[in-house]
């Protein structure tokens, strides 16, 4: 058991080797969600860039409404009318929501709240300020100011923050190029009738879907039988193809199990291999020059549950993340469970307002238990009786 690696020094292998990025590149702001900022975003102008009112009404000096009680309503301003009178005493202007405030008002006071008869405006309470309804030029932020930071993921409110300043480029990390190669003599295409001793192979539609998930398009998809030289041939080929080569299956010690072997004659330096968990024992990860390799096991569960755990983390590292394991939160457990090794364990969970249920069917060849999971529940130590109500940590998926 020794020889394996713990979770947590994985992840510290993991986190090492996101200090560089992939390259930077300048896209439109339009195509950027979900990519993370390579350089930080300032204000290019006061936002609101103008001062303008918040409300439909009228837009009047505070003092003139305090000494003379009736105003003459003179003008009207609209949204987006850029050229302004200026209101001499005792003047009003009818006003619109986002209109500029012309010089001489101070105030709004919605329509509502008025009276207005043969353009003369009288009020009817008395709880009217100076200020009213304004929205000050720069009150949001003004020229100069720090918008979003470097590694900043993009959300939609962010692009429609970015978009108000009228920003329509931004600088990001681009995303890792990645191909998936598949192992194993038993696997068998969809639609191809199966025969005894097969299996429909599933992982790699699996992880096609989890990367989509991430905006990532595979660059390939390959199946490779369970013959040494193929596997070689194969590895060695595609690893200066892509950033992050993923494969699944034969990665464990039977006597077919060709991956591990055909990394090292490929000249991969391991990473790590093997690590204290449940499901995943056998996760592989290694690196040749500044190309990937995450060999993840094959039963369907463990493959996931590895790139959940792993590669996702990682893939968003070389996206602009930087805290890639920090999404975990806790959670109340609502079952009791038993927990029989040290190991740690990764199980199908389903989270809901802050409890968590474990889900039946954990095994790492059953993929119906992570068919109806939205999280995976992590848990580490000494082999005992985990009780229901005990804290535990969860990842979201
Ligand atoms: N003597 C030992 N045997 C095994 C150990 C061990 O420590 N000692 N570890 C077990 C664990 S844990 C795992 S996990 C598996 C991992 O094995 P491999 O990564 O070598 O995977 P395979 O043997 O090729 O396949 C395992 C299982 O998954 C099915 N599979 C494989 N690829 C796919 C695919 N693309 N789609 C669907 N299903 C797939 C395959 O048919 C096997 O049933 O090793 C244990 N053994
Ligand atoms: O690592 Mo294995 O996934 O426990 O079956």
């Known amino acids: 058991m020794n020889e394996f690696i713990t979770v947590n020094e994985s992840r510290t292998i993991i986190s090492k080797e996101i200090n560089k990025k992939c390259p930077i590149h300048e896209i439109y702001l339009s195509d950027s969600l979900h990519s993370y900022l390579a350089k930080p975003v300032y204000a290019p102008i006061d936002v609101p860039n103008f001062t303008n009112s ?3 009404g009228y837009a009047f000096s505070y003092q003139d409404m305090v000494d003379k009680n009736e105003l003459t309503v003179k003008y009207v301003i609209q949204a987006g009318q850029t050229e302004l009178p200026t209101l001499n005493r005792g003047e009003a202007a009818r006003i619109f929501t986002g209109a500029m405030i012309p010089t001489g008002a101070d105030m709004v006071v919605v329509q509502e709240k008025v009276k207005v008869e043969k353009n003369i405006l009288s009020f009817q309470e008395e709880k009217y300020n100076k200020g009213d309804n304004i929205r000050q030029q720069g009150s949001q932020s003004k020229i100069g100011d720090l918008l979003a930071a470097e590694n900043t993921l993009i959300t939609p409110s962010i692009i429609g923050m970015l978009a108000g300043y009228g920003i329509e480029k931004v600088n990001v990390f681009s995303s890792p190029k990645i191909g998936i190669i598949v192992t194993g003599n038993e696997l068998v295409t969809a639609g191809i009738p199966l025969k005894k001793g097969q299996i429909y192979e599933s992982n790699s539609i699996t992880l096609q879907s989890a990367l989509k998930e991430m905006d990532i398009q595979v660059e390939f998809m390959l199946k490779v039988s369970d013959d040494k030289e193929k596997t070689f041939q194969e590895i060695q080929t595609r690893i200066p193809e892509v950033d992050i080569l993923l494969l699944t299956g034969g990665i464990s010690v039977g006597d077919y199990d060709y991956v591990k072997e055909s990394l090292e004659k490929a000249e991969v330096n391991q990473l790590f291999y093997k690590i204290q968990q449940k499901p995943g024992k056998p ?10 390799v995450f060999a993840l096991p094959g039963n369907p569960a463990s493959a996931l549950t590895c790139f959940y755990q792993y590669v996702h983390p990682f893939i968003r590292g070389l996206k602009g993340e930087n805290n890639i394991f920090d999404f975990y939160e806790e959670a109340r457990l ?10 740690t364990h990764f199980l199908k969970g389903y989270l809901k307002n802050g409890e968590v249920i474990l889900l039946s069917s954990q095994e790492s060849y059953k993929m119906n238990s992570f068919s109806t999971a ?4 992590e848990i580490s130590g000494e082999e005992r009786m985990i009780h229901q109500g005990e804290k535990v940590t969860v990842w979201r998926i």
């Open 374 to 377: 939205n999280c995976i529940v």
């Open 283 to 292: 996760l592989y990860f290694g690196k040749k020059k500044q190309h990937y």
């Open 334 to 343: 609502l079952t009791n469970f038993n927990k029989k090794n040290k190991l």
């Open 54 to 56: 918040a409300m439909d």
